[in-house]
């Protein structure tokens, strides 16, 4: 698997993770699939905030490139710099998150992130005083529960970000009613290259907790 996420991560590496050197107007890369869960990787290239140019949270993009694969569903990813989709006021990677969820009847969202944590936490859960799950609560639960079974430390931020209606977890819950969940990955697990074997179990939880989705019971 580790291997197979170091080639996916190349396309998003490239140019020191500018993705291109030519500019393009392609914002972000659709992957289809039949399996009715959205992954979301919007920071999966160096992001262009106000003035500042943020960098990539790396992996993120190859994470969400493989469990589409593994698990059929959907994905949304950027692979050129453009504006922070998180604080783009012009909202085009969020109204492809709105289109896709509309069109292909999606029950779930997770918008996959990396940071640099404090302690040893391998995921951080956010979903913003649990209002971005539009009350399907028992999701965390069940994440939990798989994180146990894989040796996997998960921790639950409830405090929402500034501005935190503008992100995208709080924009597919409050337009499209479905439940929306923001995974940040601790940075210290993603160091795949010094042999770090982490990222295995974290992607298996995530993979088994999306074929766990009930699709007649999720509310939407």
């Given at each position: 698997?580790?291997d197979v996420?170091?080639?996916?991560e190349e ?5 020191e993770y500018f ?9 972000y ?19 262009i ?13 190859a994470?969400?490139?493989y469990?589409?694969?593994?698990t059929?569903s ?6 050129f710099t453009h504006a ?9 990677y ?6 896709l969820i509309e069109t292909?009847n999606?029950k779930l ?11 040893d ?7 913003n005083?649990?209002e971005?799950?539009?009350g ?7 994440f939990k529960?798989?994180?146990i ?5 998960v921790?639950?931020?409830n405090i929402p970000?500034k ?5 995208i ?20 697990k993603l160091?795949?290259?010094?042999g770090?074997?982490k ?5 298996k939880?995530?993979?088994?907790f999306?074929?766990q ?8």
């Amino acid at each position: 698997m580790k291997d197979v996420i170091l080639n996916l991560e190349e396309d998003f590496a490239n140019n020191e993770y500018f993705g291109t050197n030519v500019w393009t107007e392609e914002k972000y890369r659709v992957l289809s699939g039949n399996f009715p869960v959205l992954l979301s990787a919007p920071h999966s290239v160096n992001q262009i905030r106000g003035d500042d140019v943020r960098d990539a949270e790396k992996y993120t993009g190859a994470i969400v490139r493989y469990l589409s694969r593994a698990t059929n569903s959907y994905g949304i990813f950027e692979l050129f710099t453009h504006a922070d989709p998180n604080y783009d006021t012009n909202h085009d990677y969020k109204n492809a998150i709105i289109n896709l969820i509309e069109t292909y009847n999606i029950k779930l969202l997770l918008d996959i992130h990396s940071s640099t944590f404090k302690d040893d936490t391998d995921i951080d859960i956010v979903t913003n005083n649990r209002e971005s799950l539009c009350g399907n609560y028992e999701l965390i639960d069940k994440f939990k529960t798989l994180a146990i079974k894989h040796g996997i430390k998960v921790d639950e931020n409830n405090i929402p970000n500034k501005d935190a209606e503008n992100e995208i977890i709080a924009v597919s819950a409050l337009i499209c009613g479905i439940p929306s969940i923001r995974l940040v990955i601790n940075n210290s697990k993603l160091d795949l290259e010094s042999g770090n074997d982490k990222i295995e179990s974290i992607c298996k939880t995530i993979e088994e907790f999306i074929l766990q989705i009930d699709q007649k019971n999720v509310n939407n």
